[in-house]
Every structure is written in structure tokens, then in C-alpha cells.
């Protein structure tokens, strides 16, 4: 044998080496499907071999872009990845593997494709849904379409103990650059934070692409590692002519978790989180009358969903506020409270909720915790967290009897802070430069 490979050329040595390579390859691939439980398939074999020895072609902007990770109702084993892409996309997927393995024990999943066209622009989105995961766990992913592979990206996953939030107020805007100064900020200030939240009205006008992508702009550094929990605002349902529609870019746009109803996805939902729940509430019926039944629905929905939960906390995030305030120089309606507080905070006191942040009035007022509509320890605490986009509403409301604290700085965004540590919740608030200028304590048992 020694003799007859010295005899051989070199082309021959060559080739008699790659088919023993191959044959070699095939053995072991066959054996790990041999000796590895019959749940794993032969493809996730092949995938394993592929990733670790296939050179991938890195992927352009065009490629890849708006990238995602969206809450799960538990999102200690599960999440979800969004992107898009300018052109179809054929086998989209993601690829994730657990910290601390070896680098070529991936995982592989496939991508739901859809299509959907709004302001004359066709975008390509892209959804996958990893479960199984394990909990309080540090893993990475990249994003996938044939022989294209983006860097890979970190998340984790929930688990127990103490976690940090960030919250946003209204973004809409006319110009996105102070909102993406924001995100910044508090990005770069919480960089240990778990998920952010923004409270509806993302963009000043739901039909327009531009905006969108300016949204997905400021806060895909971010969305990149942490997941996105929205709320729906009314400016995502109005129109290019300012006329009123079904919020058609924000339905498509995000996955959130099922609340049951087919008609109503994306719209209200719920998640856990480290011991806390929450939930996120569509206050929009006013807008969307072609859902004539919705909040009837909702509201059965929410007492159903806030019965069940065995988590020690709960905290509802809600776009419109519960407080009604008056004009601040003339006349047209007095402080009291809103159709929507009329309807929510009996449910809310019925149900023992901790927190309740609200929007829609870009100002910043804490009210303390009130019960039976009024001053109550026992109640919930409430909070309009402010504005963070450049839409002002400088002077326009007037003081409320129940406000603790307001914002001084009234032509100025804002974001807050959530962070449940040492059997409390904290929320602060934070003007653009990361200054705190207020915060509240919640403690249960009072």
C-alpha cells in the first residue's frame, strides 16, 4: 500500500483524499443519527456538520434589516425573531446556539415568510419562534437565507430574581433624531435591561413607511439583544390623509402573544416575567368601530387573564390614560376621569393590580395610588410616563387633585425605568440626558 501511494501523482493522491474525507463525514453523520435519540432528525445532523465547516456569505442591509426579538407570554423558554428583507427571501431561518457549547452544537429553525404593502411600499418579513429554551439562559443567533448568514446576536432568557425595564412614552414624531438620541440614552445607561416597552403612538402616522422605518431605525441596536413589548396607540390607525383605518403596519409589523381571539391578535395581550405580569391593553375602540364588540371582549378577556396569573405582581401598560384632564386656559371639560379609567379601574381594584402606566397625553404626572377613584393606599399607582418622541403639548392640561409630581421640564422628552429588586417595584423617570428627576416605590401589604 505504502508503495502504490508513492507511485500515485498528486491529482490521484488529491482525489483518493477527498473521497475519504467525504466517506468519513458520512460515517460519523450516520452514527450521530445512529446513537442520537429519534426526536433529532437527520437534517439537524446535517446542520450541525454544514455550520461548522461551510464559509458563509455575510449578509448585506439589504439582506437583512429591522431586526426584532419580540416578547412571548414566557419568555423563559421561548422567543421571537422578526426581520425583513428587500427582496423574497428562500430558506429564511435562524440558527441559535447556548453560550458556554460547543460553538458547533446549533440549533436550526425555519422562518414564516409573509408579504404586506402600505404606503406603496411591499415589505418581506420574516418570523421565527424558538421554544424549548432553557431558563435564565445566555444564547446567540443569526439570521439565515441559503449560503447568507448575518454576525451572530445575544439574547437571554427570563428566569427568576430582580430585572430592569426600560419604558418609552409616545415616540411619534416629526423628526426622529431626538427619539433616537433617547433610545440611545437609555440604552447606553441600562445596558442590563431585559425588554422595553413603548406605550402607542410609535409613529405620528401608522400608514407611513418612512416613519416605520425611522422607528426600527433608532431601537434595532437595541431590539437586536432585548425583546420589544408595544402598545398600540391611535396614530397607528390613521391613514395618509389623516382619516382613520385599522392599524394594518402595526398588526403586521409585530407578533405578540395569542389572547385567544383571531380577530383581535396583536391588540391586547399578556407575559410573565421574573414573577411579574403584565399586560398590555388595547385602548383604541374609539378609533377601530369596524370591532364594535371589542371592548366587551377585552374586558372579559382581562378579568379571565388577571384571575389566573400566579404571579405576585401585576402591571398594565395602556395607551389612552384613565385620568381625564381639563384644559389648562380655557374651558371644555373638567379633571375627573376617562370613558377608559371608568371602564379599567374598577377591574383594576377588583384585581389587585400594582402599577398602571399610561400615555396619549405627552406629560409626565405620577397620581399616587388610588382606589374607588380616590386617594387609596390599598389602590393601584398610576403613572402618564410622558412623551419621548417631539410631538409637545406644552402648557395644554391643566393640574389634576390627584397629581403627586409632574415634569418640570415640559418642553423635554423623557423615558422611565421599571426595575422589580428587593421585593419591590421602582419607577423612575429620567429626562434625554439620563438625569433622574422622579421615582416611586411600590411595596405589597400596605
Not at 402600505?118 to 418579513?125: H, I, K, N, P, T
Not at 402573544?257 to 391588540?267: I, R, V
Amino acid at each position: 500500500m505504502k508503495l502504490k501511494w508513492q507511485m500515485m501523482n498528486s491529482k490521484q493522491k488529491y482525489a483518493l483524499f477527498s473521497a475519504g474525507s467525504l466517506l468519513f463525514i458520512f460515517m460519523i453523520l450516520a452514527a450521530f443519527t445512529y446513537i442520537h435519540p429519534l426526536s433529532v432528525q437527520w437534517d439537524k445532523a446535517v446542520a450541525y456538520t454544514r455550520a461548522s465547516l461551510h464559509k458563509y456569505v455575510p449578509m448585506t442591509g439589504e439582506d437583512v434589516q429591522n431586526i426584532r426579538q419580540m416578547m412571548t407570554a414566557d419568555p423563559s423558554t421561548s422567543r421571537t425573531i422578526m426581520w425583513e428583507s428587500v427582496i423574497p427571501e428562500e430558506e429564511a431561518l435562524i440558527e441559535y446556539r447556548q453560550v458556554g457549547q460547543p460553538q458547533d452544537a446549533i440549533e436550526t429553525a425555519k422562518a414564516k415568510r409573509k408579504t404586506f404593502t402600505d404606503d406603496g411600499v411591499s415589505r418581506y418579513e420574516y418570523e421565527v419562534t424558538l421554544t424549548g429554551l432553557s431558563k435564565n439562559t445566555e444564547y446567540q443567533y443569526r439570521i439565515g437565507a441559503g449560503d447568507k448568514r448575518s454576525q451572530w446576536m445575544p439574547f437571554k432568557t427570563a428566569g427568576i430574581g430582580d430585572f430592569t425595564a426600560i419604558i418609552f412614552p409616545d415616540s411619534q414624531s416629526a423628526n426622529y433624531k431626538g427619539w433616537a438620541e433617547l433610545v440611545k440614552t437609555a440604552w447606553a445607561q441600562n445596558p442590563q435591561a431585559a425588554f422595553f416597552a413603548n406605550m402607542g403612538d410609535l409613529v405620528d402616522n401608522g400608514e407611513m413607511a418612512s416613519q416605520w422605518n425611522a422607528w426600527f431605525s433608532a431601537t434595532e441596536d437595541m431590539n437586536k439583544v432585548i425583546p420589544f413589548a408595544g402598545v398600540m396607540g391611535n396614530h397607528e390607525t390613521y391613514t395618509l390623509d389623516w382619516k382613520v383605518r385599522p392599524p394594518k403596519a402595526y398588526l403586521n409589523l409585530f407578533s405578540f402573544p395569542s389572547n385567544g381571539y383571531k380577530q383581535y391578535q396583536n391588540q391586547f395581550y399578556s407575559f410573565d416575567y421574573n414573577g411579574v405580569h403584565f399586560v398590555a391593553l388595547d385602548t383604541q375602540a374609539e378609533e377601530e368601530t369596524n370591532e364594535p364588540q371589542l371592548l366587551t371582549d377585552e374586558v372579559a378577556w382581562l378579568k379571565k387573564d388577571l384571575a389566573s396569573t400566579k404571579m405576585k405582581w401585576k402591571v398594565v401598560l395602556m395607551h389612552k390614560d384613565v385620568f381625564q384632564y381639563a384644559f389648562a386656559n380655557q374651558p371644555g371639560r373638567d379633571n375627573s376621569f376617562s370613558p377608559i379609567g371608568k371602564l379599567f379601574m374598577p377591574i383594576f381594584d377588583e384585581y389587585k393590580v400594582d402599577l398602571v402606566l399610561s400615555a396619549h397625553l405627552h406629560t409626565y404626572r405620577r397620581r399616587g395610588h388610588v382606589k374607588n377613584f380616590k386617594r387609596d393606599a390599598s389602590g393601584p399607582s398610576y403613572i402618564l410616563t410622558g412623551v419621548a418622541g417631539d410631538v409637545r403639548y406644552v402648557g395644554l392640561w391643566a393640574d389634576h387633585p390627584l397629581d403627586i409630581k409632574k415634569s418640570p421640564y415640559y418642553n423635554e422628552a423623557n423615558y422611565l425605568v421599571l426595575k422589580k429588586a428587593n421585593d419591590a417595584l421602582i419607577i423612575s423617570a429620567y429626562r434625554p440626558d439620563g438625569t433622574l428627576f422622579d421615582s416611586e416605590t411600590i411595596t405589597q401589604g400596605l
